[in-house]
C-alpha cells in the first residue's frame, strides 16, 4: 500500500472506466479478485507497481450491471504518464473493460468522497423481438408498457425524498436514505424505452426499484399515485420488483 | 422431407432471422448441426413437424459472421400461421438468434434462388479505445486510416468485374466469378468507419478481401490504382487480406 501523501512523486490519476458487466461480480473488490471490476483492475495495478494497489470507484455497480464511464482515482508511485498508464492497463485488461480517458489529478481528488451526483439509463424492450445485438444491455419485458402513466409517476419521484422503501437496505440501516433525484426522463424510440436517472446518489438497488415500480404501473398493476404511499410508508414491500441487472448502465458520474 | 408441390396443405414462408455470429460455424449445416445457423433452424422445425425439414439462406454467411436481416424459405406442411411459426421458432431458438419477421409467400419464392442481391457492412474502429459494448461487432485496427484514398479505390471496385482475384475461390472454380457491385460506400462516425457494399452477389471471402485492400490503400501501404492492377490479374496474390469475420454483417438481401 501506498502511504498517502507521503512522497512528491505520487501520482493521483483519474480513469475512466467502460465495462460489460455480464461476466462479473460487480465492481467492488471480493475474496476471488478475477471476478470484480476493482478486483481486475487492481490485479493489473499491483503486477504493474510491484506492490498492492487500491482503487477507488465512485459507484460500487452490482453484479451484472454495466459502466460505460465508471470514474476510479488511483495514486501511484510512478513514472508513467497519464497515456501510458492507459495504454499499459488496457494492454492487460479483458476485452470487456476498457479505459477510456486517464488523466493526473490534484493529490486531493477522490472519485468516492468528490462525487456529486451519477446518472444511470436502464434500458428494456416492450415489444416485438428483442434486438439480438442489444440482448445483452436491454431487458426483455413481455408486455406493452404505458410510457404516460410512467411519466405521471416518475414526475412524483423527482426531487428529494427519503428512499428507504426503493432500496434493498438492511431495516437496520442507520445512515440517511434521503435523495435527491434532479431528473427522471423516459424515452420511447420504437420497442425500446430508456429510463435516465440522474440524482445525488443511489440506494443499494435503488435505481431498479424505482424502474420495477415504473414498470408495475406502466402494466397497470398499480397507479402513478402509489408512488407517494410507498415514499410514505419507507416500507420495501410497498415499492416494486428489482429488476435484472443487464439493462442497468452506470452513464456518467459528476464532480 | 416433403415433397416440393405436392398438397395444397403445404405453405412456403419467407424468414428474416437476425444472428450473432459469435459462437457458430457459419450459416450453412455442417456435421454438428447445434454449431451452425441453418443447423440449429432445421433441428427446431425438424422437432416441431416430426419429420425432417430443409430451410434454405439467401446467403452462406462464414463461421463468426453476423446478420441483421438473413433470409430463409421454408415449406412446411402446417396449421401455424406465419406469426405462430415466428412465436414458436423464437420460443426454442437460443438468445443470439431471432427470427425478426415470417410471411407466408407464393408457391415459388426460394430465397436463395430468387435474391437480386444482398447489401453488407463492415464496421473497423480506427483509434482510441474500442467500445466494449460493440466489441463483438466492430474490428479493432491499430492505425489511422486514410478515407479519402479508400473512397479512390472504391470507386473503381464499382461496377461489374471479374473479382476472382477478390476471392478465395478454388483455382479451378469454373463458374463465373463476375458480379456487380453497385454501392461501395464508407463512412466515417467518430473513431468508427463502416463499410457499405451492395452488389448482385458476392465470393466467398469476396467482401472481407475487398475490405481487406481498401484497408491496406487506407494505411498507406499501397495505391488506390493497385485496385486495377489486382482485377486485370484474376490473382488473389494480388488482393489484400481477409478481414477478420466479426466486423462483418449481413444487414440486407433484395428480391
Known sequence: MIAEGVAVDVKNFRLLIQYDGKRYNGWQRQGNTDRTIQGKLEQILSRMMGHAVEIHGAGRTDAGVHARAQTASVKLNTEHTAAELMDELN?????????????????????????????????????????????????????RLDVEAMRAAAELLTGTHDFRAFSSVNRRFRKSTVRTIHELRIVRSGQEICFTLRGTGFLYHMVRILVGTLVEIGAGQRGPETILTALESLDRQQAGITMPPQGLMLEEVYY
Open 91 to 143: 494492454t492487460y485488461l479483458p476485452a470487456d473493460i476498457a479505459v477510456t480517458a486517464c488523466d493526473e489529478m490534484p493529490e486531493r481528488f477522490h472519485a468516492r468522497l468528490n462525487a456529486k451526483g451519477k446518472r444511470y439509463c436502464y434500458r428494456l424492450c416492450d415489444g416485438g423481438v428483442p434486438d439480438v445485438f442489444r440482448r445483452n444491455y436491454v431487458c426483455a419485458w413481455p408486455e
